[in-house]
């Protein structure tokens, strides 16, 4: 710790030494009956009418009334109203409150300084969600704003159990992260293994939730083992089953643990439909997984390897489609598979008004143009356009990767092997899914190892008011969800 000095002019230049004569630290002294005071606010992070209505007026006031109190420091202490003033007596957290959009107030007589908030509105307002589209329910999603965000749960959520314990992570960032559950209904253990993981990291910043994951995660996949979204009542929801949330200040993008594989064939809209239906959409979600990871590498097999699994009338159809191709199978569904890609992220980092028109042109033109040219199959594009909109089903970006990292050893597999290549390689898949775990979580949860009580809500959706406890595999704590009345 590094103690302030008793003179305000000295640390107003050895902070302005500090900060290289930046032009946006702005800085006064202000004497009252010879005594020095200094005021040190970032013109970039803080709002100067404030500082200047609030705490250059109320310095002058306190002028009149220094009589009353020991000395100068004490005076301002009482004398300037703001919501957030406190004290501090170390040096090295001034450069924190500054670029946090605190003033700092400094005077000859008290080798301690006031902070006063004062920042600046540098966020955006409330809006809706644009990477997670809403059919029904709330509109609002998280911003910049860390304290907006944690604002959105507790309008939410108006339990006093709903806790939150905040970290400062990054040597030059100091990055504000807060770690939320609901006491009581969260399992200590895993609250408790959050904060050792995070606790541990060192580096010189974070910027962005993503920056945690790799930190949190025991072992490496391409499915995604943590759940990020911006939209309040996911989280609410989350904290609800007894999950915990980890927010990310300047980030609009929450972190969810522990997560399982059915999340991700899950939407916040099952809570707002029937029952029946929710089920349905979910065995639809299902069957397109398994489609979009499959059918490649099926297709692939069935052409090159195994051919005597099909009909006759069926092989000689694809075969005189085939006619003129100058590629092996392999080859067309790696290219076709590859363009589409290529395609789906030019139309993710592109401008909205050019999308559109991306899709068209690379859908329409060049696959009509390449089956004109004879360079691929008709029924090579039907398959890889198939596979291609049943992945769009899944909106969350880590997940799709994950089909698309899978779907290609499937293709590499078949290629090699046939069907028995896809047969030994979705054994290794499943295994390897069922040997990940987060937080003491199986990936599989709750089909592997099988949880019967967690069944009205995996594939099949129960109605609202049999769905009497919340997942074991999350946290077995206060598991009562709701009770039946008597």
């Known amino acids: 710790m590094e103690k302030i000095e008793k003179n305000a002019k000295k640390i107003i230049e050895k902070t302005k030494k500090l900060y290289g004569n930046s032009p946006d630290l702005n800085t006064r002294i202000i004497n009252i009956k010879g005594t020095n005071v200094g005021i040190l606010f970032l013109e970039s992070s803080s709002q100067a009418s404030t500082i200047s209505d ?7 006031y306190t002028a009149s009334n220094k009589n009353i109190f020991q000395n100068i420091f004490d005076a301002l202490k009482n004398n300037l109203f703001n919501s957030q003033l406190f004290t501090i007596n170390d040096y090295s957290q001034f ?27 540098l966020d955006r307002g409330v809006t809706e969600s644009t990477s997670e589209p809403i059919l029904r329910g709330s509109k609002d999603s998280f911003t910049e704003s860390h304290s907006k965000n944690l604002g959105l749960i ?37 609250i408790k293994q959050i904060k050792n993981k995070l606790e541990k990291i060192d580096i010189d910043g974070i910027l962005d939730s993503g920056n945690l994951k790799d930190y949190l995660i025991e072992k490496k996949s391409a499915f995604p083992q943590i759940q990020s979204t911006e939209r309040p009542d996911v989280v609410s929801e989350a904290l609800l089953q007894g999950k915990i949330i980890i927010f990310t200040e300047n980030c609009p993008f929450t972190l969810i643990l522990p997560n399982v594989f059915i999340d991700y064939l899950h939407t916040s809209e099952d809570k707002n439909q029937k029952s029946s239906n929710i089920t349905f959409t979910r065995i639809l979600r299902f069957i397109a997984l398994i489609i979009t990871i499959f059918t490649p590498a099926i ?30 199978t392999t080859f067309e569904i790696i290219l076709l598979t590859t363009i589409f890609e290529i395609l789906r992220e030019s ?140």
């Not at 924190?96 to 006031?114: C, N, P, Q, R, W």
């Not at 992570?169 to 253990?189: E, F, H, P, Q, W």
Request: positive net charge; charged residues 20%; aromatic residues 8%.
């Open 54 to 60: 609030f705490i250059v007026k109320g310095t002058l």
């Open 95 to 121: 450069p924190y409150f500054l670029s946090s959009g605190f003033t700092i107030i400094v005077t000859d007589d008290k080798d301690e300084a006031i902070i006063m908030e004062t920042r600046a509105n």
């Open 154 to 190: 507790r309008k939410r959520i108006k339990d006093p159990n709903l806790w939150f314990e905040e970290l400062k992570l990054g040597r030059r960032t100091k990055t504000r992260i807060s770690i939320a559950y609901i006491n009581g209904v969260a399992d200590n253990k895993k």
């Open 299 to 328: 297709y692939i097999a069935i052409t090159t390897h195994d051919q005597n699994t099909i009909p006759d009338k069926l092989l000689i159809s694809l075969a005189i489609q085939r006619e003129g191709v100058p590629f092996p």
């Open 347 to 486: 139309d993710l980092r592109s401008p909205s008004s050019m999308s559109a028109a991306m899709s068209i042109v690379g859908a329409l033109v060049l696959g009509q143009a390449a089956v004109d040219a004879g360079i691929v199959s008709p029924i090579t594009v039907i398959v890889v356009a198939f596979t291609s909109i049943c992945s769009l089903v899944f909106t969350d970006i880590d997940f799709m990767n994950g089909i698309r990292s899978w779907r290609f050893i499937f293709i590499l597999a078949a290629s090699l092997l046939g069907i028995i290549g896809i047969l030994s390689f979705a054994i290794i898949w499943l295994v390897k899914l069922s040997s990940l775990e987060n937080l003491n979580t199986s990936y599989l949860s709750p089909f592997a190892p099988l949880e019967k009580s967690s069944q009205t809500d995996a594939i099949y959706k129960a109605p609202e008011n049999e769905i009497l406890i919340r997942p074991n595999y999350i946290s077995k704590l206060n598991p009562h969800r709701q009770r039946r009345s008597k």
